[in-house]
């Protein structure tokens, strides 16, 4: 049973450039959170996705956005980087039917803008 | 709306010892407490959570205390050895629709 996994592993971009970091749920999960993760920090919840439709959304700009496609995988859009977009993006899945939010993530993706 | 505190930030023990981590939260609404080791440069891994009709669960070394009443839940290793090592998140939860709220974090240092 394969788990979360995310790609790229890592991204080097410029600022002012526009960046998309992709995520497949566990099998068997149809909701995706993204969240970013600063260094030295714990995870910020960026958004999450349901139904293709995103449900909840924490205090990110709308250089932020996502999409989440009909086989639950998901994307990560950031435009317009800034250099404090630096971090570690994690995808998490769960199941939205679960009476609990049992969030499983991934080895997320260390996106550095210079 | 919620807050998780989590103390402390920093715990250094000696291998073998115990290590304890405490979280406190402010919604009473709250029903499910994951707790989540980080090793570095990777994602946090789930390593045991309680949800809020269960006072204490246990895995091997690792238990999970929670105290509705006083809104605390802690996180028990036994018998630690150099590969707990890690930093640790405890966080809080109303629902599969909700999200989670996390606590800071805590650096675990085991000593040899």
């Known amino acids: 049973d394969a788990g979360v996994t995310q790609s790229p592993t890592h991204l080097i971009k410029t600022r002012g450039q526009q960046v998309t970091l992709r995520c497949s749920p566990k099998?068997?999960?149809?909701?995706v959170s993204w969240y970013q993760q600063a260094l030295g920090q714990g995870p910020q919840f960026i958004f999450q996705y349901y139904e293709e439709e995103e449900r909840q959304r924490g205090n990110f700009p709308d250089r932020f956005s996502g999409h989440q496609f009909p086989n639950y995988s998901s994307e990560l859009n950031v435009n317009a980087l800034l250099l404090g977009d630096s971090a570690l993006y994690l995808c998490?899945?769960?199941?939205?039917?679960?009476?609990?939010?049992?969030?499983?993530f991934g080895p997320g993706t260390r996106l550095t803008v210079l | 709306g919620e807050n998780v505190e989590q103390h402390p930030s920093t715990l250094s023990v000696q291998e073998g010892d115990s290590a304890v981590i405490k979280c406190t939260y402010s919604d009473s609404a709250s029903n499910y407490f994951p707790w989540y080791k980080q090793e570095l440069g990777k994602g946090p891994q789930l390593i045991i959570d309680i949800r809020s009709n269960v006072g204490e669960k246990k895995d091997q070394r690792i238990a999970v205390t929670l105290n509705k009443t006083a809104k605390h839940f802690s996180l028990h290793i036994t018998e630690t050895q150099p590969e707990d090592s890690a930093v640790y998140f405890c966080?809080?939860?109303?629902?599969?629709?909700?999200?989670?709220?996390w606590g800071a974090g805590t650096k675990l240092i085991i000593k040899p």
């Open positions: 099998s068997g999960h149809d909701t």
């Open positions: 998490a899945s769960s199941l939205d039917a679960a009476a609990y939010n049992e969030q499983f």
């Open positions: 966080a809080a939860s109303k629902g599969s629709n909700y999200q989670l709220i």
